[in-house]
């Protein structure tokens, strides 16, 4: 571990966001982090105004993640007695190391469920049920995701990413086609990749190798997950995908393993008309654009979209991925930690999250058009409303067998999108073993 220096600002605000886990933490830590962190707005706001604390708060690529010193110090600039030091970790092993064990940080950001849940079971996680002040309907039905076998919560959210389709909107102009819609099936999105791709001559869509480009269409229906065991669901969502492969009209899945063609440089050449990806994308493109005069190349044109859905889903019903804060139940800030977590996810902490072209976890129309007012973010209205959800399923769902089913699906993915097995054959055996898994 390196630590950073410590953030001393306390002058100007810098404006610029899983066992379902322990239904037995250890009696001790449970009372004790419990009695020490549950009156957040009385004891948290006065040891932060008065008796100077230092909070120390485990992060990953400090240097290049404008959102950290944008949280750090919008907080200090409010709470001067407070200083907050940032560790990091790392990004390659953030979630092993974070699991290690360290009784000197305070706030423990966690970066994905899997690891959410492996620090559920190691009693690392203090419950959060009496800490948060938010409303927990403000996170989109996140927190009950997020929510353990035991009733607890044990992490908040302040980040999250969820899944729009980016679109090129010279090339449907240039097919003479109507752009995108906010409120498209799957079935019109097979549609309208056939179509623009004939027009064109280019990919009608790009879809990434990750296995969930092509199989989380089929949770979007809220009744489907990816951790139940069954996964007949999937059949028509390959078959489809599949279909467009051997059409050419999208790229095949074993040239872009083979190749490591990563899906941004695709849609930044026009190598394809859309591509269905996550909002950390739009980031990427506006650099990219920002960036293209100096780097001799044509910026993009591109809009945003809400995300395809099968027959009878709401529009914007979507994908999410969360980045979340927890408090290290060794820590003996754990109320000063405990008011930061609740600033960060509060209205002015969201805007602090915002100001950097980062999704907060809580949104509403005034975080969005702090989104939208990013340099180089879309024009139209079309990209501006597809920045409003209507719910949003997490990609892997709370279990503390996440890892282990994670490895099967993608094996199986594999498999059957290289052609090595039928889509049946792929199904049958995400069945079996994952039901082995579960019975284990």
Not at 33 to 62: K, M, P, R
Not at 87 to 100: E, I, K, N, R, V
Not at 192 to 207: C, D, K
């Amino acid at each position: 571990m390196k630590k950073a220096l410590a953030l001393t600002m306390a002058a100007a605000m810098a404006l610029s966001l899983a066992a379902c886990g322990s239904s037995s933490s250890s009696e001790a830590a449970s009372d004790s982090t419990s009695s020490a962190a549950t009156s957040t707005s009385t004891e948290g706001t006065e040891e932060s105004a008065g008796e100077a604390v230092t909070l120390n708060w485990a992060v990953w690529d400090l240097e290049s993640t404008a959102y950290w010193k944008a949280m750090a110090d919008g907080y200090m600039a409010s709470h001067p007695n407070v200083t907050i030091e940032m560790t990091d970790l790392g990004s390659t092993d953030y979630m092993t190391q974070l699991a290690g064990g360290n009784g000197e940080l305070d706030i423990l950001t966690i970066k994905d469920i899997p690891g959410y849940s492996n620090l559920i079971n190691l009693e690392m996680l203090v419950p959060m049920n009496d800490i948060l002040t938010r409303d927990t309907a403000d996170f989109g039905g996140v927190i009950e995701q997020l929510t353990a076998s035991d009733g607890n919560f044990y992490a908040v959210p302040f980040r999250s990413d969820f899944w729009v389709l980016f679109y090129n909107k010279d090339l449907f102009d240039q097919a003479g086609l109507e752009y995108p819609s906010n409120d498209m099936t799957f079935d019109q999105f097979d549609q309208l990749i056939r179509e623009v791709a004939a027009a064109t001559g280019v990919y009608g869509n790009f879809y990434h190798t990750w296995r969930s480009d092509v199989t989380l269409f089929g949770i979007l229906d809220g009744q489907n997950t990816i951790i139940d065991g069954n996964y007949d669901f999937l059949k028509p969502y390959y078959e489809t995908v599949l279909s467009e492969q051997a059409d050419k009209v999208v790229p095949d899945y074993g040239e872009l393993k083979t190749s490591a063609l990563h899906y941004s440089a695709a849609f930044e050449n026009g190598q394809a008309a859309m591509c269905n990806m996550g909002s950390w994308f739009i980031a990427t493109l506006q650099t990219y654009n920002n960036e293209a005069a100096e780097n001799g190349v044509e910026p993009v044109n591109f809009g945003i979209v809400k995300y395809p859905h099968p027959d009878g889903v709401a529009a914007g019903t979507t994908l999410g991925t969360v980045t979340s804060l927890g408090i290290n139940p060794y820590s003996e800030n754990q109320a000063a930690a405990a008011d930061f977590i609740n600033w960060c996810v509060s209205d002015e902490g969201a805007a602090a999250i915002a100001a950097t072209g980062t999704f907060p976890a809580v949104s509403n129309d005034q975080i969005n058009e702090i989104i939208a007012s990013t340099e180089g973010f879309p024009s139209d209205e079309a990209s501006k409303e597809a920045l409003n959800t209507t719910a949003v399923y997490l990609e892997m769902p709370l279990t503390d067998k996440a890892s282990e089913i994670e490895t099967v699906l993608n094996q199986e993915h594999d498999a059957i999108m290289t052609g090595a097995e039928s889509v049946d054959e792929g199904i049958a055996n995400m069945n079996e073993q994952v039901q082995e898994i579960l019975a284990g």
